[in-house]
């Protein structure tokens, strides 16, 4: 017979004694009763109607049944469950649709609550969003030391929805679960002890015995204490609730996201009872999902699976030699070695390698923890000789923006390689094309192209070039996925796609600064079109020479005109003024890295916005019609996770499309004939469907 003990393992089940329906697995104990989670064709646990309608009909033996206790688990690796499907979610229409599908979801949870047994959740790995309000539904929860839990509904333009907003602002401190769900961040198991979010965690092998105290009553409850009842009083609620509204507002504008609001309210207003508050979730839940921001955020979350995809299966990439320890290369080199990979790295200078070494290890320091930190630290070598090429697997190169350098650079690296590595570069602007003529090897030479800073910005250009291999080319995605980014494929031509749609974006920001223009005033401009940063500001932090060297690239090898690079840009390159990183670009930049503004003399305008954003969306039309990007949606998401375009507008080209196309070519024309030539329209507006 299969025991209780058995099913802690978790594998998926298969011959097991007991009851299996499609999604879940029953297992009769003496007086106790396992409902074990595995949903049916799929590795992943996630909560949709076909889930939660089988564990109603289970409910209904359960409460007709004489056990003591119900026991929640899962079956799959890699976790309790993953929180709802959001594949329901989509293309929803309206308020009624939603509210009536969320009372049916809600009425399974809420019958997991009044259950007259002891129940326990027993959870490991991802525990997160719908997944936990069923645990938090349960009396206890044992927690696997390896178990994450959190709500990230935030991140889709949601809050919690199943009665979590409700269940753990009670259970735990409720400013500490505000900030869980307004954030969208998870917690480990140890942390989410300390909050209170579970009784106990344990290793695997203690798991039982954790069950057993938590059934025997053995398991003090978490609960908030006299603190928590207190900030759920009315008037702390609402001052909180003020504080909460001014430090969220710095982050997701209220203007363009609604949610984190919409849950303060909640809290706000109903949260001195769990039953007003499960009630007016539910509510709010069902207003939320059919708004254009939800929808969008929504297909934000399938763009980025969808660039996962491209990375999926193992490159077999565990040496990886980064030439250049200049900013660019220490970062790379640093990001690999934090995701496992053994890394050297090679510069002639022994005061950059010694740069690269320290940045990376402030890197590791806030990532890692002992004794992950000491083993990624090993990882990380300088090599002034270059001697890591006779092992590598891939080497990325990521010199100067100057095609001799690179030339040289690439022949001496194929005198060392081994026959079968990858040799790629990280160049920004140059055309791969010209470039790969200098390689033996041109079969095993890709573009493998980062953005700065390395460790916040997800998407990698991998480039293609006309004598690139198919081997070469996904062995290239593969590692990007390896190291947990997102590959995008596009073919090689100037600025590839990202900066070829972001420098005129920039060029034209930097324009309107020689027309006269505030800094601050334009960049005001951008973010509350809902960019994360103004276009001054990301050109210091990209760095004016790299803006320079890109901006004269394109003007050179694209055919469509370019917004003309001012004289004093290459003066402030000339005097060393890069950005960011020299303290001084366009702004000045204190010690803590922000820059100094001054106070807006005007306020922005739409046509300021329309000059700006216009020739970004252009240039994306451009190289969807020319086949850099695969399609739309592609294009979408490299511009979403490559520059930080507005999420909530979810992509240039979707955004373009709420406008309409015809619209968007209209508006270039008279641009054209009021700035310039280099407004003149993509033929692909009037060719493309909406």
């Not at 998926?12 to 009763?33: A, M, N």
């Not at 398991?219 to 928590?228: K, Q």
């Not at 006779?390 to 022949?411: C, F, M, S, T, V």
């Not at 508006?667 to 030539?677: D, K, N, S």
Request: aromatic fraction near 6%.
């Amino acid at each position: 017979m299969t025991t209780a003990i058995e099913y802690l393992s978790p594998t998926p089940l298969t011959g097991v004694e007991g009851s299996r329906g499609i999604h879940w697995i029953k297992h009769e104990e003496g007086d106790r009763i396992w409902l074990i989670l595995d949903k049916g064709d799929t590795s992943t646990n996630t909560l949709d109607e076909p889930v939660l309608r089988e564990l109603n009909d289970l409910l209904d033996e359960v409460e007709q049944g004489d056990w003591k206790s119900v026991i929640f688990r899962s079956a799959k690796r890699g976790g309790f469950a993953a929180g709802a499907d959001l594949n329901q979610f989509r293309g929803v229409s309206t308020v009624a649709e939603v509210r009536a599908k969320i009372d049916e979801a809600n009425a399974v949870i809420d019958r997991i609550a009044a259950l007259k047994q002891t129940t326990v959740a027993a959870v490991h790995g991802a525990c997160v969003g719908g997944g936990l309000e069923l645990a938090l539904a349960c009396d206890f929860i044992v927690a696997r030391d390896d178990a994450s839990l959190g709500f990230p509904e935030v991140l889709v333009g949601l809050h919690p929805g199943l009665g979590g907003t409700a269940r753990l602002t009670h259970r735990i401190n409720p400013v500490e679960a505000m900030k869980l769900m307004l954030t969208g961040r998870s917690v480990r198991a140890g942390k989410a002890k300390k909050l209170g979010i579970v009784e106990a965690v344990v290793p695997e092998r203690n798991m039982a015995n954790a069950i057993e105290a938590a059934l025997s009553g053995k398991l003090e409850r978490s609960g908030g204490g006299a603190t928590a009842t207190a900030m759920n009083l009315f008037p702390a609620r609402k001052a909180i609730a003020a504080q909460m509204r001014g430090e969220t507002e710095k982050q997701a504008p209220s203007e363009h996201y609604e949610s984190p609001y919409a849950l303060i309210s909640l809290w706000e207003k109903h949260g001195g009872s769990m039953e007003e508050m499960l009630q007016a979730e539910r509510a709010s839940f069902a207003h939320l999902l059919p708004t254009d921001t939800t929808q969008n955020l929504v297909r934000v979350f399938f763009l980025r699976q969808r660039l996962q995809q491209n990375g999926k299966g193992s490159s077999n990439v565990r040496n990886v030699h980064v030439v250049g320890a200049g900013t660019m290369g220490a970062e790379i080199g640093a990001w690999c070695a934090l995701k496992g990979m053994n890394v050297t790295i090679q510069d002639p200078s022994r005061e950059a390698l010694g740069k690269a070494v320290a940045s990376a290890h402030k890197l590791f320091d806030r990532k890692l923890r002992d004794p992950e930190l000491l083993r990624a630290k090993d990882r990380f070598t300088p090599d002034l000789h270059g001697n890591g090429v006779r092992h590598a697997d891939l080497i990325i190169e990521a010199a100067p923006e100057r095609p001799e350098l690179k030339e040289k650079i690439y022949a001496q690296i194929e005198e060392k390689a081994k026959p079968d590595a990858v040799i790629a570069t990280n160049t920004s602007s140059l055309d791969l094309n010209k470039l790969f003529k200098g390689v033996k090897r041109p079969d095993r030479f890709v573009g493998i192209h980062f953005f700065n800073p390395v460790s916040k910005l997800d998407l990698v250009e991998v480039v293609r070039h006309d004598g690139s291999s198919t081997e070469a080319f996904e062995t290239a995605q593969r590692f990007v996925g390896d190291i947990g980014k997102l590959p995008l494929p596009v073919t090689a031509s100037p600025g590839f796609l990202v900066n070829r749609a972001l420098m005129p974006y920039l060029g034209e920001a930097l324009v309107m600064v020689d027309e006269g223009v505030q800094c601050e005033r334009i960049d005001k401009a951008a973010e509350e079109f809902g960019m994360p940063m103004g276009p001054i500001e990301l050109a210091d932090q990209v760095g004016l020479d790299i803006c320079l060297a890109v901006a004269e690239s394109l003007a050179r090898d694209l055919d469509h005109p370019m917004p003309e690079i001012p004289q004093w840009l290459r003066d402030k390159v000339e005097r060393g003024e890069l950005g960011r990183k020299t303290g001084k670009g366009v702004y000045d930049y204190g010690s803590d890295g922000k820059p100094k503004k001054d106070k807006l003399k005007k306020p922005a305008t739409e046509e300021m916005r329309k000059r700006m954003i216009l020739p970004l969306l252009d240039a994306v039309a451009s190289a969807i019609d020319e086949g850099v990007v695969e399609d739309r949606d592609s294009a979408d998401a490299a511009m979403i996770f490559g520059t930080g375009f507005a999420p909530f507008l979810g992509g240039p080209i979707h955004y373009a499309q709420s406008r309409g196309f015809e619209a968007v070519a209209t508006t270039m024309e008279r641009l054209e004939r009021e700035v310039g030539p280099r407004y003149k329209p993509s033929p692909w507006w009037r060719k493309a469907k909406e």
